[in-house]
Every structure is written in structure tokens, then in C-alpha cells.
């Protein structure tokens, strides 16, 4: 007997980097060195005051119990301090923060709380898989907003006019954005809110990326005028602080919001552990010179990354920020499904193909930099033949 699926599970897939890396692992069971430039998985480590955190509130008698659903007071003061620092952004750690296991549980529980079937969500054609299939779980509609590659992937106002309607309700943004790296700007967040006033639609900002090869200081969309009215920011420790498999992030907004998500929350899981609280609390006070140090390591290997792209004859910009590069493949190649399973079987190299954040992505591929500049070397040292099966 087969128990049919619900049909919210008949109509999502499962995620394209555990199916490739599953692939990935069996390569590498059957002995083949794969270089994996494909996910943004930090390979250095977060600060030691963070791990020296870690340990000593894991030794503490009080450290084991069920936690708050809010978390700790000291984590929800941690991240006011970091927003303050950061963004010139105030937040009532009290009443604007909640911290989340990750920026992936906020735009579910974001969706749970705010979507009913048959409403519209606006995503961004493209962008990160999570906002397309956490909409169409809970019953709502996506309509793909475009983006104006000549304009430096920003949104076309002009033509998402047409696309709201009544049933309209949330609309995604994410910049520094993922996968083409174009900034974040003053301007693009104030058009934004503007958009998102004059539409009434709850605009939720994902913003894992601005503290990673930012050429200019960070900004948060909370800090424009007015934004808390209409603004819900995720925001996350994965990229910036080192910590992806941790799992910590938190959301920032005003009261209603922050009460509502709660009550989503607060029946699914059952609070965070205290001594990640704790450690990533110590995270958030790395000083500048932390985070410049490790953005000075990706720097160092932008020469190979882009050697790489350079030997498949790929074009990109010089303007990207966050720990990926977006470049456009040849005519010459013939598709970036072909040239990502040419790469990982032939030449044992994992890139990942620009069709999975939007169909407008099939001519693209983008690299990580979440790997040793040697290993990204060896890897265009593995094609600099230019192998005639891709080329």
C-alpha cells in the first residue's frame, strides 16, 4: 500500500545542491578528488572568542534546557549592538528581533504566517530556490519579476506594475543579491519601500550578503524611512560570520510583525540551544578588522575564480559582492547543464549551473569562492586544455 502525498509535496522538488551532492559524494567514495566550487559553504572557521564562547556555556548546568522562543535576552541585545554598528539601524531587542534557526525557517514561517492559498508572491526571476518553493507549499501563486541585466540586475519597477494585483501580498528582495552579486544601493532600497507602500505589500528583504566583499559600507533596508511599516529582514551568520552549519539567523522588523511570526513559530520548534545563542552573541562583536581579514582571503581568490571563468571563455562584471561569481557562458558552450556534468564527470570540478535560481539563469554558471585559492587553481589548471566535449 502506498499512502498518496499531500499535494504541496507532489509539487516541490527536492533541492537541486542535495541531489548534485549526493552525486558528489559518490565520486568521491569511488576515490576521485573533486574540487567543489559550486555552494557557498564557508571553508574557514568563525572567530576564536566565538568558539571559546561556545565551550564554556556548553559546560554551564543551565545550558541544556528548552530556551526561550525568542531566544536569549543577551542574543536579541547582541544583534541590536551588531545592527547599530553595522547599519546605523536602532532595534528594541525586545520587541523587534527574533531569532531563527536560519534565514531558510524565516521565509517559511514568513510564508505560514502571511499567505493564504490562491495569494501572490513576488519573487525576483532570479534568486535563491526557497522563495518560489516555500510560496507554492503554502497554496500561493508566484509571479517572477523581472530584472534588467543592462541596468545591473535591478528590479523593473515599470513592469511589476503590471504584475500586482489585488491578491498580491509579499514581495521578495534580496540584494546584495544571490546569484549575480549586484549590490545593494540607497536608491534601490527606497524605490523598494516606495513600491511596497504604494501596493500594500509586506516587502521581506533577505540580507545574508552584505558584510562579504562589500565594496562600500553595508546597508540595511530597515534603515530607510518608514520601512518598519512594511519591511520584514531576514538576516544570518552562514556567510558573514563563518557559521552556515550552525544554523542562526534571526528576522528584525517592528512589534506586529515580530508578534505574528511568533505565533507560527512557536509551534513548530521549541527554541534554540543556549550555547550557539551564547557563541553567536560573542560572533556578533567581531571587530572590523575580523571581518576584513576574511574578505581579504576571498579577495585573494578572485585572480583564480576568474582565471577559471576566463579559460571557459565566460563573461562577467568586476562590480560583484557576497562569495559568488555570475558570468554568462560562450555561445560555444552549448548549455550549463551539460558543461556543470561535462566538469564534475570528466574533469571531477563542481560549478553550479544558473537555470536553478530562474530560467533566465540557462546561460549562466556561477562559481563559490568557499574554497582554497590553490584548489580554485588547480581547478582551471584541470581545464587550461580546454577539453573539445564542453568547449
Not at 85 to 94: K, W
Not at 172 to 201: C, I
Amino acid at each position: 500500500m502506498i499512502i498518496p502525498l499531500a499535494h504541496r509535496a507532489g509539487q516541490t522538488q527536492e533541492y537541486y545542491f542535495s541531489v548534485k551532492l549526493a552525486e558528489v559524494r559518490k565520486l568521491l567514495a569511488a576515490g576521485h578528488d573533486v574540487i567543489n566550487i559550486g555552494i557557498g559553504n564557508p571553508d574557514m572557521m568563525p572567530s576564536d572568542t566565538t568558539l571559546q564562547a561556545l565551550t564554556h556555556s556548553a559546560q554551564q548546568p543551565n545550558a541544556h534546557g528548552y530556551q526561550s522562543y525568542k531566544g536569549t535576552p543577551g542574543f536579541r541585545n547582541a544583534i541590536a549592538g551588531y545592527y547599530a554598528h553595522t547599519y546605523r539601524v536602532t532595534l528594541d531587542p525586545e520587541t523587534e528581533i527574533l531569532p531563527l534557526l536560519g534565514s531558510k525557517e524565516g521565509i517559511t514561517h514568513i510564508s505560514l504566517t502571511y499567505l493564504n492559498e490562491g495569494d501572490e508572491v513576488l519573487v525576483p526571476e532570479l534568486g535563491y530556490p526557497a522563495y518560489n518553493a516555500v510560496s507554492k507549499m503554502v497554496g500561493a501563486h508566484v509571479r517572477n519579476y523581472p530584472l534588467l541585466e543592462n541596468q545591473g540586475w535591478q528590479p523593473d519597477w515599470e513592469a511589476m506594475e503590471e504584475l500586482v494585483s489585488d491578491n498580491a501580498k509579499i514581495l521578495w528582495l534580496n540584494y546584495p543579491h544571490m546569484p549575480t552579486g549586484a549590490p545593494a544601493t540607497q536608491k534601490l532600497f527606497e524605490q523598494a519601500v516606495r513600491f511596497a507602500y504604494d501596493y500594500s505589500l509586506l516587502l521581506c528583504h533577505d540580507n545574508p550578503y552584505s558584510l562579504v566583499l562589500n565594496k562600500k559600507p553595508p546597508i540595511s533596508l530597515l534603515s530607510i524611512d518608514g520601512a518598519k511599516d512594511v519591511v520584514i529582514e531576514l538576516n544570518s551568520m552562514s556567510k558573514s560570520h563563518n557559521m552556515a552549519g550552525w544554523r542562526v539567523g534571526w528576522m528584525a522588523s517592528s512589534k506586529p510583525y515580530i508578534d505574528a511570526v511568533l505565533s507560527i513559530k512557536s509551534n513548530v520548534d521549541s527554541g534554540m540551544f543556549k550555547p550557539v545563542m551564547d557563541a553567536a552573541a560573542e560572533a556578533l562583536t567581531n571587530p572590523d578588522s575580523w571581518h576584513e581579514a576574511r574578505n581579504a582571503v576571498y579577495e585573494g581568490r578572485l585572480e583564480a575564480a576568474t582565471a577559471f571563468l576566463d579559460a571557459l571563455n565566460c563573461t562577467y562584471t568586476n562590480d560583484q559582492e557576497g562569495m559568488f561569481l555570475w558570468a554568462k557562458l560562450p555561445e560555444s558552450i552549448e548549455s550549463a547543464e551539460s558543461l556543470v556534468d561535462d566538469l564534475l564527470y570528466n574533469k571531477h570540478i563542481f560549478i553550479a549551473p544558473g537555470f536553478i535560481f530562474g530560467p533566465k539563469g540557462a546561460r549562466y554558471i556561477r562559481l563559490s569562492l568557499c574554497m582554497p585559492k590553490e584548489r580554485i587553481w588547480e581547478a582551471v589548471q584541470r581545464i587550461s586544455n580546454q577539453n573539445p566535449d564542453y568547449l
